[in-house]
Each structure stands twice: as structure tokens, then as C-alpha cells.
């Protein structure tokens, strides 16, 4: 683990040094990515503190969210259905699309498409007996690598960076990471999507409207750490092994990932031009990316946090609470209609 912790901070520095979008993260990134190609050690990253890093983001979100939003809920809501429906609509269609070309089964392909969580959609594919695993897990890592390298550098360039913040650590920022860290632990054992994100976001929120606590100031500190604490985990996603598929479908990987972030770049117009949000604000809500990555790189440059988090959040909520569970009805009675039963009465597939 130091081995990931010294190369996450020789990456953030250099990629500091050469101005580049969100270093501490990025910098990590690619660093630790390379040294796995290069390095035949072991190289190792604490889950928990990728969790940590992750409820830091979260925390901060919480304490600068913008409350009047609520107020806008109705027509908010109904722009998240619109552009969410979109985005799954055009992610299926690009599955299709990837299913004839690289000869991969569709229900592999759309899974592989469909931009939520690594881990729970690995867990739904092993739940419903899928067997490429790894092309699942090499296209949702690909994808998660090309937006958090690319978007930075399409979005950078329509705002200003953010300024430097001169604020100190303060002990209340800290005890409220701390009680955001425990009761995300909590969360995460009831088994709340994304717990580690939503749960400091809604704890701070309460706090706001329902105490007269006063929100400290963030200093630039706090977000470094955070991006290099998930940066470093992000870096060791895309393991060697991952490329040893064939390369039509290494390639379909790729273009599946760049055709998702076309397609939510031309969907951001349409979110800009019916809320008149700035172009950052609606690409980072719509982009097919972790949803922590993107709120990061909002707060850097200065973009509408409050608004990227909650399409963010929505997305994931929506296709871990609605998507997810259709696809597993449907399947279900796929699987069923296409089971025909032999003379003595066994289930065979037709």
C-alpha cells in the first residue's frame, strides 16, 4: 500500500506541475495504471480508504449544498427522468450495436453498457449466471478511465479554475467527516446505494435545515486528499489480465465508452438549453462516469456541485432501483419462455 500511496503523490505532483485538470486525481490514475504494466509486485489499495476519500466528497458536498434547489424539485425531476431515460434508451442501443460487431451475447453487451457501479453490476451479472465476467468488468473499467481522463479536458476550457482556498482545517470539519464516516458504515450494512456518497450528503443537508450549526469553510486541502485516496484505487481497476480478451472486443470496449460520452454530451446541450445551466454543469451531471469523479471535478472548476451530485446520485439510484430490477424480470421471463421440457418432463433450453 505505500508502494500506491508514494506513486499517487509522484503523480499528483507532476501532473500539478503540468497544470492538468484535477492532478491529484488524474495524477494517481495514470501513474499507478502504467506501474502495474511495469512493476510484477504486488500493488495494493485499502478499500476503506477509497470509502474515506469518498465520504470526504461527500461531506464537503453536504456542507456547501445549495438548499433553494428543493425548491425546484418538481422540474428538476422531471429533467432527470427525461435525460436518464435517454441515456439507458441510448446505452441499449449502443449494446446492440457492440453485440453484433465484437459477437459478444447481447445480455453480456447491455450489461456492459449500462453506466452503474462497477461492483453492483458485477454482483447482478453473477446473480443471473453470466458467464464473461471479465468482459463485463473490462468494459464498466474502461469506461470509468475514459471519462475521468477525457471529460476533464472537454469541460476544462468553458470555466474558470477555481480559486484557491485560504481556509484552515477547522475541528468541526473534521468531527463532521468523522460522524459522516460512521454513520456512512452504518448505511452501507443496510445495504444503501452508494452509501459512502449520499450518506454524508443527507446527514449535512439535516443538518442544515434542522440546526443552527454553521457550515465551516473547506479548505483545498481536504479535496487533494480525496482525489488522491480515490485516484489511487482507480488506477489499479485495469489489470493486466483485463486485456488479454480478444481485440475486437478490447476495441469495442473503447468505442462503447466514447459513443456513451458522445451521447451524453449532446444530451448536455439539451439539459443546458431547457434549465440554462452552463455547459460544465450539465455535462458533468449527464456524463456516464463515477459519480464522485464528477462531482470532483465540478468543485474544481467551479461548476453547480449541488446540481451535478443530485443527477449523479439520481442516475445511479435510478438504475440500481428501477433498470436493474426490470432487466431481472425480464430476463426471468425471457429465460422462461424460452424453456421447452422433454418427453420425461425436464427443463431443457429451447
Known amino acids: 500500500m505505500l508502494r500506491v500511496l508514494v506513486l499517487s503523490l509522484i503523480g499528483g505532483y507532476l501532473f500539478s506541475l503540468l497544470h492538468?485538470?484535477?492532478?491529484?486525481?488524474?495524477?494517481?490514475?495514470?501513474?499507478v495504471m502504467l506501474a502495474q504494466f511495469v512493476y510484477k509486485g504486488p500493488l495494493k489499495w485499502s478499500g476503506q480508504l477509497r470509502d474515506l476519500g469518498v465520504v470526504m466528497v461527500g461531506t464537503v458536498i453536504g456542507v456547501q449544498f445549495n438548499t433553494s434547489l428543493f425548491g425546484m424539485m418538481g422540474s428538476i425531476l422531471f429533467y432527470m427522468l427525461t435525460l436518464n431515460v435517454?441515456?439507458?434508451?441510448?446505452?441499449?442501443?449502443?449494446?446492440?450495436?457492440?453485440?453484433?460487431?465484437?459477437?459478444?451475447?447481447?445480455k453480456v453487451s447491455v450489461l456492459s453498457a449500462i453506466p452503474g457501479g462497477l461492483g453492483q453490476i458485477i454482483v447482478f451479472a453473477e446473480e443471473e449466471k453470466v458467464k464473461e465476467i471479465g468482459i463485463i468488468s473490462y468494459f464498466q473499467v474502461i469506461r470509468l478511465l475514459l471519462v475521468v481522463v477525457f471529460v476533464p479536458f472537454i469541460v476544462a476550457g468553458h470555466v474558470m479554475s477555481k480559486q484557491p482556498s485560504d481556509a484552515a482545517?477547522?475541528?468541526s470539519l473534521v468531527l463532521l467527516i468523522a460522524l459522516a464516516w460512521v454513520c456512512s458504515y452504518l448505511t452501507k450494512r443496510i445495504h444503501l446505494p452508494v452509501a459512502a456518497f449520499i450518506t454524508p450528503i443527507l446527514l449535512l443537508i439535516t443538518l442544515q435545515l434542522t440546526t443552527p450549526i454553521a457550515m465551516p469553510a473547506v479548505p483545498d486541502l481536504v479535496m487533494i486528499v480525496a482525489q488522491l485516496l480515490i485516484g489511487a484505487h482507480i488506477g489499479l481497476m485495469l489489470k493486466p489480465h483485463m486485456i488479454k480478451l480478444p481485440v475486437r472486443v478490447l476495441a469495442a470496449g473503447i468505442i462503447s465508452a466514447l459513443a456513451l460520452i458522445a451521447l451524453t454530451f449532446g444530451s448536455s446541450f439539451l439539459m443546458s438549453f431547457a434549465m440554462g445551466t452552463s455547459f460544465a454543469t450539465s455535462f458533468l451531471s449527464t456524463a456516464p462516469g463515477g459519480l464522485d469523479q464528477m462531482v470532483l471535478l465540478a468543485d474544481a472548476i467551479k461548476a453547480d456541485v449541488s446540481l451535478v451530485s443530485m443527477f449523479q446520485t439520481f442516475r445511479l439510484l435510478f438504475i440500481f432501483i428501477l433498470i436493474m430490477p426490470l432487466m431481472k424480470v425480464f430476463y426471468r421471463w425471457r429465460d422462461k419462455k424460452q424453456t421447452v421440457y422433454n418427453a420425461e418432463g425436464h427443463a431443457v433450453k429451447s
Open 20 to 31: 492538468i485538470p484535477i492532478p491529484w486525481m488524474l495524477g494517481p490514475i495514470v501513474v
Open 86 to 106: 435517454i441515456l439507458i434508451g441510448g446505452s441499449i442501443a449502443i449494446a446492440y450495436l457492440t453485440s453484433k460487431w465484437a459477437k459478444i451475447p447481447m
Open 169 to 171: 482545517l477547522s475541528v
